[in-house]
């Protein structure tokens, strides 16, 4: 199997670097590791112009959509059977798949990666962004607060060099789908409890803090029931 696995598309998320790190180690060939956004990491920024991870697909001519434009390219012009965006995040998650696509080959991926839950991002969202680009075997790995050990580096890279054929998965993950966002000023977001429901807000946090975002909240998603197929998706944000 080919998997292509990415980390730093946010300049302020360097975890990732650890696992790409532990996989060049080991000088695996199937597996193509990618520096996201290195002039970011250098500055320590999330970006330097656009949000790189919604700048896929756009026809502005910031640094990171020239950026994307390589990605992309790249990605299409050599075939990979998995593709693995690492992020991280300052909300109380642990590790969560973020998905633009639910299929057997990202529920595996999800399953696989050990993930706590797999979140449904709206198309709204994913057509600007990694995941967007081949959304049938992508899967972005958002990793909370705390969540940056080299032993869970390691292990990760571990798990990742030993993925092979899809496998149809009796899983037990969570699913959820984002619905909207939760403003900035939400009174609650000081020790918001991230996927668990809440009550003021009629549904479930999903990265949301203080100081996740700077010009939101975070996200706000609804569980889905996996024994009905009513699981109608609206999304009410920008
Ligand atoms: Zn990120």
Do not use: W
């Amino acid at each position: 199997m080919k998997t292509y696995v990415i980390a730093g598309v946010h300049g302020d998320e360097v975890f990732g670097l650890k696992i790409i790190g532990a996989i060049d180690r080991s000088s695996n060939q199937n597996i193509t590791t990618v520096v996201g956004h290195a002039e970011a990491i250098a500055k320590k920024r999330r970006f330097i112009e656009s949000d790189l991870n919604r700048s896929f697909e756009l026809k502005s001519h910031t640094i990171e959509s020239r950026i994307a434009k390589s990605i992309s390219d790249n990605l299409r012009n050599n075939l990979h059977d998995y593709i693995i965006d690492i992020h991280t995040s300052r909300s109380n998650v642990k590790s969560v798949a973020i998905v633009a696509k639910l299929n057997d080959t990202t529920i595996y991926l999800a399953h696989m990666l050990e993930t706590d839950a797999i979140v449904i991002m709206p198309p709204q969202l994913t057509s600007t962004s990694l995941i967007g680009c081949q959304p049938e075997k992508s899967i972005s790995l958002e990793y909370g607060a705390g969540q940056r050990s080299d032993k869970l580096a390691i292990k990760t890279a571990e798990v990742i060099m030993s993925l092979g054929d899809i496998q149809e998965i009796k899983h037990d993950l969570p699913i959820y789908a984002v619905i909207s966002r939760i403003p900035k000023d939400y009174e609650g977001l000081s020790g918001i409890k991230n996927l668990e429901y809440d009550v003021t807000l009629n549904g479930y946090p999903f990265l949301a803090g203080v100081d996740t975002y700077p010009d939101f909240g975070g996200f706000l998603a609804k569980k889905l029931n996996k024994n009905t197929s009513d699981n109608n998706i609206v999304y009410n944000g920008e």
